[in-house]
Nanobody
Framework: EVQLVDSGGGLVQPGGSQRLSCAAS????????MTWVRQAPGKGLEWVSA????????IYADSVQGRFTISRDNAKNTLYLQIDSLKAEDTAVYYC???????????WGKGTLVTVSS
């Protein structure tokens, strides 16, 4: 069974940093691209970032470019999102998701809440 477990959220002050993790199991992690998606309170889903299976290629939404860094450790079956220079508008539930063979996000974690507030 494919499982993705997001963690690392919490209350962070504006300008602060946080590292989110996503522990994967039930599939060959190193074979799949992975993504992060977020949902702010009362808003729809927003794609944040993606990384290819080997970790050598990454892309970001314009809203987080230069502040967020996606990475992965295939030996540990773990995906990361380093989020820096946090703003109030980054407050959201952050989800990791697997990019499936069919071209869409086919498995999701349950999400981890990041709240940016002083």
């Amino acid at each position: 069974e494919v499982q993705l477990v997001d963690s690392g959220g919490g209350l962070v002050q504006p300008g602060g940093s946080q590292r989110l993790s996503c522990a994967a199991s039930g599939f060959t992690f190193s074979n799949y691209a992975m993504t992060w998606v977020r949902q702010a309170p009362g808003k729809g889903l927003e794609w944040v970032s993606a990384i290819n299976s080997g970790g050598g290629s990454t892309i970001y939404a314009d809203s987080v470019q230069g502040r967020f860094t996606i990475s992965r450790d295939n030996a540990k079956n773990t995906l990361y999102l380093q989020i820096d220079s946090l703003k109030a508008e980054d407050t959201a539930v952050y989800y990791c998701a697997r990019w499936g063979d069919g071209g869409g996000m086919d498995h999701w974690g349950k999400g981890t809440l990041v709240t940016v507030s002083s």
